[in-house]
């Protein structure tokens, strides 16, 4: 088995690093029977298990984090998702060549500013210092990939603290859209977001009118920040 692992490291790393690591992390999943919501060992345990660097690890995690198998939360740890139905993955990835960012905007503003409107009015305190701690992570990320995590987290936790778990499911499925559609189209001209990156006083925006229970502004808040962020990943007009 180490022998059929090396070579799937050999070739891979020819093609596309990190997905020696996704298969393996696959095979663990399968092998202990995780079930959803489960969280998986630590990162420092799954290096020295599978004698592979940090940097290797996370990378497929960000690949089984797009595929839907896995989703992290900063602190607490890596989880297993829920399962998606071959149907929906297969809507999924139709979607990521014929949805335009034009199209996507205009889904996200249909949901996500009411999802924030949401957890203004039912945010718990644990929720808002969870929010808050997105937003930190998010300002203080020294990579673009840190700090995308930390922006999906963010989101994610708005749309935990609207407490509807309808609403949830639909955040899901959306962001889970937006992330292959970003992933696809989004080419980075820095290593790493600027000190006055513009989402960072949006997401204050944010975070402030849900802490203080202001419904409306969050919403309006999180539509301009939605706009924001469309216009400089796309140049919408």
């Known amino acids: 088995m180490n022998d059929l692992y090396d070579a799937q490291s050999s070739t891979s790393s020819e ?4 997905y020696s690591t996704v298969e393996r ?3 663990l999943i399968a092998s202990e029977d995780f079930a959803p919501g489960s ?3 630590s990162e420092r345990d799954l290096i020295d298990r599978f004698k592979i660097t940090r940097a290797n690890l996370r990378k497929a995690f960000d690949i089984l984090e797009r595929e839907g198998v896995i989703w992290r939360h900063v602190g607490k740890g890596t989880f297993i998702a829920e399962p998606h139905s071959e149907k929906s993955i297969l809507n999924i990835s139709e979607l990521v ?9 205009r889904a996200r503003l249909s949901i996500e500013p009411a999802i924030a409107r949401e957890a ?5 305190e644990a929720d808002v210092s969870r929010i808050d701690a997105a937003c930190n992570a998010a300002s203080s990320a020294t990579s673009w990939s840190e700090y995308e995590r930390a922006d999906d987290l963010l989101h994610h936790e708005i749309a935990a603290a ?3 778990p309808l609403l949830m499911s639909m955040f899901e499925y959306l962001n889970a859209v937006r992330r292959a559609v970003s992933w696809n189209k989004v080419v980075r001209s820095s290593d790493r977001p600027a000190s006055d990156h513009d989402s960072f006083a949006e997401h204050t925006r944010i975070f402030a009118a849900i802490a203080g229970r202001n419904a409306n502004e969050a919403q309006a808040a999180m539509r301009t920040h939605l706009i ?5 990943l796309f140049g919408d007009d």
């Open 15 to 18: 093609i596309k690093p990190g």
């Open 25 to 27: 992390l696959k095979s």
């Open 39 to 41: 969280r998986l060992p």
């Open 97 to 105: 060549n014929e949805l335009t960012p034009v199209q996507l905007l």
């Open 120 to 124: 203004a009015i039912h945010a718990s």
């Open 162 to 164: 609207a407490q509807n």
């Open 228 to 232: 924001s962020v469309s216009k400089r």
